[in-house]
């Protein structure tokens, strides 16, 4: 879809952090070697590191956007909001359970037994809850990887030119950041990044997707319009699911193939692209302030 009848109308963008404002899948394998290490499932380390890799990389029948049932350990395959089909560690079609067909992947309680395969955190997170890891060792592998990406030899790289672009968007009403990594290492990723200045509001723990639910809901009892707000993020279920349902704007950016079967209004895979709508953003926005012959910002204010 083409975005730029739209880009005019936002007013705000909300941003995932990681995998969205920068891109790197090195950290998982040792995320999953941590995870695994000194623990029974020791001996399938290196199966569930090529598992992970595989699922990554789209040559395996488990894909992002499909979902592990910690309980049923299968991985469930969701359409059209429901889900249709369960599938084993093999990539086999399995019977599905009845309560499981008849739910719809949006209803609270059938989400705690699952875990969306977003993003490569998601996939490392799905390897710790399928080998019944304590959640105390699963905290500390999530842990430790974090601190390793700001510090060498493992530090990630980002895109300068991006950030550049993403203080440049000054046309919208407000810029936001929401991760649901805990509030020490978020803050800890933006001011490595140098980019905490660059937001007017950040979220850290944000409990996404009910989190971002929230934030959207309040939002429209600020005056918004739903059409005016912009999610970009890497994970669909976190980032994008609830702000779509609510008539939001989305972008998904993931250079991983996706079984999700929603449709998204922008779909991205580098971080380029994502610098390349940023700009457009601006330039469509502030055209249409000239067009307009006055300031946008200001007539907001007074129609709330």
């Known amino acids: 879809m083409q975005p730029n009848n739209w880009l005019s109308d936002l007013k705000v963008i909300i941003f995932d952090m990681d995998g969205t404002l920068y891109q790197d899948h090195t950290f998982m394998e040792r995320y999953i070697r941590y995870l695994l290490a000194d623990t029974e499932a020791e001996a399938h380390m290196e199966s569930a590191v090529a ?6 990389s789209g040559s395996h029948p488990v894909q992002c956007g499909h979902f592990y049932h910690v309980d049923e350990d299968v991985v469930l395959v969701r359409e059209t909001g429901r889900f249709i089909q369960a599938l084993n560690w093999e990539g086999n079609v399995v019977p599905i359970a009845s309560g499981l067909a008849d739910a719809g992947a949006d209803e609270s309680v059938m989400m705690k037994q699952l875990v969306p395969f977003g993003d ?7 390897i710790g809850r399928r080998y019944k890891l304590p959640e105390r060792k699963r905290q500390e592998a999530f842990e430790r990887v974090r601190r390793e990406m700001v510090q060498e030899p493992y530090r990630f790289a980002y895109s300068s030119s991006l950030f550049e672009a993403l203080a440049a968007l000054t046309a919208v009403d407000k810029k936001i950041v929401m991760t649901n990594t805990y509030l020490e290492s978020g ?26 639910a929230k934030y959207m809901t309040e939002l429209l009892a600020q005056g918004y319009k739903p059409e005016q707000i912009l ?3 890497d994970n669909p279920w976190n980032d994008l699911e609830p ?11 993931s250079p991983y193939a996706s079984a999700e079967s929603s449709k998204w209004d922008i779909r991205l895979t580098e971080l380029d692209e994502l610098e390349h709508l940023l700009r457009l953003t601006q330039q469509a926005i502030t055209r249409k302030v ?15």
């Open 231 to 233: 999610s970009v993020g």
């Open 243 to 253: 702000v779509r349902q609510l008539g939001g704007r989305t972008c998904l950016i």
């Open 51 to 56: 598992l992970g890799t595989d699922i990554l």
């Open 290 to 304: 000239s067009d307009d012959g006055h300031n946008r910002a200001y007539q907001y204010q007074q129609e709330v």
């Open 120 to 126: 490569p955190w998601g996939v490392a997170a799905v």
């Open 187 to 212: 803050l800890e990723f933006l001011h490595y990044m140098q980019i905490y200045p660059l937001f007017d509001e950040v979220y850290c723990g944000a409990e996404k997707p009910d989190g971002i």
